[in-house]
């Protein structure tokens, strides 16, 4: 009794595999009908592949160049080998190309015209360049205006405190920071130590003296101004250097 129990029950599991096969048979072959009966549609329809190729003028490939059929509107973009594929009507239509900094082109696709293989139309496109013409611009030397018209003195440095220039200046022996207005009018100076290389604003608009080998920072009061202690060029470049914006409550170094 238990062998012939054993025996219905694959019995019924061979059956149910077996209904299975067929339900998938039916339903593949239900797709492959589908599938020619799309082809044939498509054949009917009179409609073809048009492989194009978009290039310049020195036959370098374009890529995401526009290309769209005017009668029915459908449309496709070249890739990185300037190529594209786009469903076509067989009759004559025209194909529109463009792309940003080259001439439109608008093409007239015919067997004529193009070569035509395995129902697939391939096909070329040179586009021009759109050479935009600037307006001419007149330079004028006469219009020039110094910053800090003063002879003699040898301006290293400068950057802008508010509405004033800040100076890194050498005027006869002696190395100073003097501060100016619009008009090179002297608002404040002081003597520094010898040698500076340059003023560096930091994240927080605060302005330095920078050394060779160490930092000084520039303590404001209104137009008026001292000299703070110094810091290693190693604290500078480590520190400083890396800031490059500050907001309430955040530094963002790069």
Same mark, same amino acid.
């Given at each position: 009794?238990?062998?012939?129990?054993?025996?219905?029950?694959?019995?019924?599991?061979?059956?149910?595999?077996?209904?299975?096969?067929?339900?998938?048979?039916?339903?593949?072959?239900?797709?492959?009908?589908?599938?020619?009966?799309?082809?044939?549609?498509?054949?009917?329809?009179?409609?073809?592949?048009?492989?194009?190729?978009?290039?310049?003028?020195?036959?370098?490939?374009?890529?995401?160049?526009?290309?769209?059929?005017?009668?029915?509107?459908?449309?496709?973009?070249?890739?990185?080998?300037?190529?594209?594929?786009?469903?076509?009507?067989?009759? +004559?239509?025209?194909?529109?190309?463009?792309?940003?900094?080259?001439?439109?082109?608008?093409?007239?696709?015919?067997?004529?015209?193009?070569?035509?293989?395995?129902?697939?139309?391939?096909?070329?496109?040179?586009?021009?360049?759109?050479?935009?013409?600037?307006?001419?611009?007149?330079?004028?030397?006469?219009?020039?205006?110094?910053?800090?018209?003063? +002879?003699?003195?040898?301006?290293?440095?400068?950057? #802008?405190?508010?509405? #004033?220039?800040?100076?890194?200046?050498?005027?006869?022996?002696? #190395?100073?920071?003097?501060?100016?207005?619009?008009?090179?009018?002297?608002?404040?100076?002081?003597?520094?130590?010898?040698?500076?290389?340059?003023?560096?604003?930091?994240?927080?608009?605060?302005?330095?003296?920078?050394?060779?080998?160490?930092? #000084?920072?520039?303590?404001?009061?209104?137009?008026?101004?001292?000299?703070? +202690?110094?810091?290693?060029?190693?604290?500078?470049?480590?520190?400083?250097?890396?800031?490059?914006?500050?907001?309430?409550?955040?530094?963002?170094?790069?």
């Amino acid at each position: 009794m238990k062998r012939l129990g054993s025996l219905n029950i694959l019995l019924s599991s061979n059956k149910d595999v077996i209904h299975t096969l067929i339900i998938k048979k039916h339903i593949w072959f239900a797709v492959l009908i589908n599938t020619i009966i799309s082809l044939v549609s498509f054949q009917a329809a009179g409609q073809i592949i048009l492989k194009g190729i978009v290039m310049t003028p020195d036959s370098i490939a374009i890529s995401n160049a526009n290309i769209y059929d005017v009668k029915t509107g459908h449309g496709a973009t070249t890739n990185k080998q300037g190529v594209y594929f786009l469903n076509i009507i067989q009759e +004559p239509t025209d194909i529109n190309i463009s792309h940003v900094g080259f001439e439109t082109s608008i093409e007239s696709i015919n067997n004529r015209s193009v070569k035509v293989k395995n129902d697939t139309i391939h096909h070329t496109t040179i586009l021009s360049w759109d050479i935009v013409e600037l307006a001419q611009v007149e330079i004028n030397a006469d219009l020039t205006q110094l910053a800090y018209n003063k +002879p003699k003195i040898n301006v290293i440095d400068y950057v #802008f405190y508010e509405e #004033f220039l800040l100076l890194l200046i050498k005027e006869d022996k002696e #190395f100073l920071l003097r501060l100016t207005n619009e008009n090179s009018k002297t608002i404040n100076d002081i003597l520094i130590k010898k040698k500076p290389k340059k003023l560096f604003k930091d994240c927080l608009n605060n302005i330095h003296i920078i050394y060779q080998d160490s930092i #000084f920072q520039v303590i404001f009061s209104n137009t008026n101004f001292k000299i703070g +202690p110094s810091s290693s060029i190693n604290d500078f470049n480590e520190i400083l250097l890396p800031c490059i914006a500050s907001t309430n409550n955040h530094l963002i170094f790069k």
